[in-house]
């Protein structure tokens, strides 16, 4: 809470002592003074930072999130549109990292220090070292341009078949995905190596259990916490972080819109944008916290 | 084998940073000089990695782009380590106090805010330009360093020669920089070569979307930026930038695993 509203005063005081005034940028150059004082005032420019501070919170909090300067329409309105690209964006991308991350790294582990262990970790090194944009380009150029399988950019809407949106959303989940992917496999890999060295595993397999039920009944679980918490981190990077992959593909999604945003000079629509983004982010991580509880017992007393 | 990933990441770094110094000194071609009739030539015997667009090197904007993301990433690490290591030491220094309350909970409020966003809200507002994407992908590295410095000073507190160095009178000012930081230092050149690679990506992202380095000096995320257009029939424009890109950041990411293998007893153990 306390970290909402210093978050909140630190987006406000970036975008204020920002040079460029909205009114004169709406207006143009050629713009009389006395037009854009009245723009001013009717943006409420005029009055002064402390006021219109509370008036953007409070706004906030019943849902509210003002008029943007450009486009003369409601705040949430754009918002609410948007989020209905990105949310299902960022979880497809997370899925795809999950299902690739998972079993990579099991296997990894379990071949530690094998061929197939240093393939796979040579392999999330270039992963991670590839520009995302850059991969999604070539992403397009391959599966867009030459195979036509989809389409190289744009978005189609939800009501127009669902099969069709997720197709639409499909390069971009994939280019997103590739250095989470890399990065989970790696903690995947390292938590799961960590575990097996662990006494009890020996003990499990002292009794007779075998490797794959071991992994399976025992460590995997115990190394799932460092790996929630990434997934944690990836998820709210994804929201955010596809700022770039939706200017690639032109996704009328969240970063999308802040992007413009910022370059029209729609302050509040960025201010607005970049709290929700900060809320999602700290929310995510109290909802990891609470997955940890789930996931390893000896943490539910003090959550 | 064992220090394989080192030599490697070593060898590919070292062949970026030669490519950025001889840039100074010499490129095959002028790249101010725009020919027209050359343009988009495949890579061939007079233009090694092919033209561009404009009819420049593409070799020549390459080397010179290498200048612009290791000083960029450079200047960005520099930032974060220069104002996140003194205030992670003065947290882990006075531990649970004020002081360390303070920095602590802002770090995690820096790490809450969307890093990409808030860098192109930057260099949106501030105007785009090296220096802003500079100082923007620097704030986001203050933290890192700040984090990784107490955590490894806290523990570093407990020693007993830290116990000695204060029953001699000596302030915790002088511990931190005489005792702590010497022997911390591994770890935050670990790091450091971790940021610098994530500070080359960030440069690419931000020049990609217009808010970097400005033309005419070539940056790399720039001339991808400018082959999107072209790379259905010209894919050497996007493939070449992007080889760079990735060549730098998987020899420093190389080269900071291998470093942490020898500089790190735990981890060298647990890979044994």
């Not at chain 1, 496999?185 to 960590?194: G, Q």
């Not at chain 2, 070292?14 to 020919?35: M, R, Y």
Request: hydrophobic share 55%.
């Amino acid at each position: 809470m306390i970290s909402l509203c210093l978050a909140s005063v630190i987006i406000f005081t970036i975008v204020e002592i920002a040079p460029g005034d909205p009114a004169s940028f709406m207006l143009g150059i050629n713009a009389q003074e006395d037009t854009i004082a009245a723009l001013r005032a009717e943006l409420g420019l005029d009055q002064d930072k402390l006021s219109r501070y509370f008036s953007w919170i409070s706004g906030m909090v019943q849902g509210d999130f003002g008029t943007s300067y450009t486009y003369r329409s409601p705040i949430s309105n754009m918002i609410a549109d948007r989020i209905w690209v990105s949310l299902p964006l960022a979880l497809y991308a997370l899925v795809i990292s999950t299902l690739i991350a998972f079993p990579a790294g099991i296997y990894a582990a379990t071949q530690r220090g094998k061929v197939g262990d240093v393939a796979v970790m040579g392999a999330t090194q270039f992963g991670i070292a590839i520009p995302n944009f850059w991969f999604a380009m070539i992403l397009v150029v391959i599966f867009a341009l030459k195979l036509r399988w989809f389409s190289a950019g744009g978005f189609v809407e939800w009501e127009n078949g669902i099969f069709q949106s997720i197709k639409s959303l499909t390069l971009p989940a994939i280019a997103l995905a590739l250095p989470q992917a890399s990065i989970l496999s790696r903690v995947m890999r390292s938590a799961l190596i960590e575990t097996l060295s662990e006494d009890y595993i020996r003990t499990a397999r002292a009794k007779g259990f075998g490797k794959r039920a071991v992994i399976w009944r025992h460590a995997l679980r115990n190394a799932l916490i460092p790996v929630l918490t990434i997934i944690g981190l990836q998820f709210s990077f994804l929201l955010a972080g596809a700022i770039i992959i939706e200017q690639v593909f032109f996704l009328p999604g969240l970063g999308r819109l802040v992007f413009q945003a910022i370059t029209q000079r729609d302050l509040i629509v960025v201010e607005s944008v970049v709290m929700l983004l900060v809320f999602a982010v700290i929310t995510v991580n109290f909802i990891v916290d609470i997955a940890y509880a789930i996931a390893d017992p000896r943490l539910r007393r003090r959550v | 084998m064992k220090n394989g990933s080192l030599i490697f990441g070593a060898l590919l770094s070292v062949l970026v940073i030669i490519a950025a110094g001889v840039s100074f000194l010499w490129v095959p071609f002028d790249i101010t000089q725009l020919s027209i009739p050359d343009k988009l030539q495949t890579p061939n015997k007079i233009h090694w990695l092919g033209t561009d667009h404009f009819g420049r090197d593409i070799l020549s904007m390459i080397m010179i782009g290498a200048r612009t993301s290791l000083a960029v990433a450079l200047l960005a690490v520099g930032i974060g380590f220069s104002i996140g290591v003194p205030l992670g030491l003065a947290a882990a220094a006075r531990k649970n106090s004020l002081i360390d309350e303070v920095i602590m909970r802002t770090n995690d409020l820096i790490f809450a805010f969307p890093s990409l966003v808030i860098a192109i809200l930057i260099t949106a507002l501030f105007g785009a330009g090296a220096m802003n994407a500079i100082i923007a992908i620097g704030i986001f590295n203050i933290p890192v360093f700040a984090r990784v410095s107490r955590g490894a000073a806290l523990s570093l507190w407990q020693k007993e020669f830290i116990l000695a160095a204060r029953v001699s009178g000596k302030s915790d000012f002088l511990i931190s920089a005489e005792h702590i930081l010497p022997n911390i230092a591994n770890l935050l050149i670990v790091q450091g070569t971790i940021q610098f690679s994530l500070g080359i990506l960030a440069e690419a992202g931000l020049s990609y979307v217009g808010l970097g380095t400005q033309p005419p000096i070539p940056s790399w995320g720039r001339m991808l930026a400018d082959a999107q257009t072209m790379v259905s029939f010209a894919p050497h424009l996007a493939i070449i930038p992007g080889t760079a890109i990735i060549v730098t950041v998987l020899g420093l990411n190389l080269m900071g695993d291998g470093l942490r293998d020898i500089l790190d007893p735990r981890v060298r153990k647990s890979r044994e």
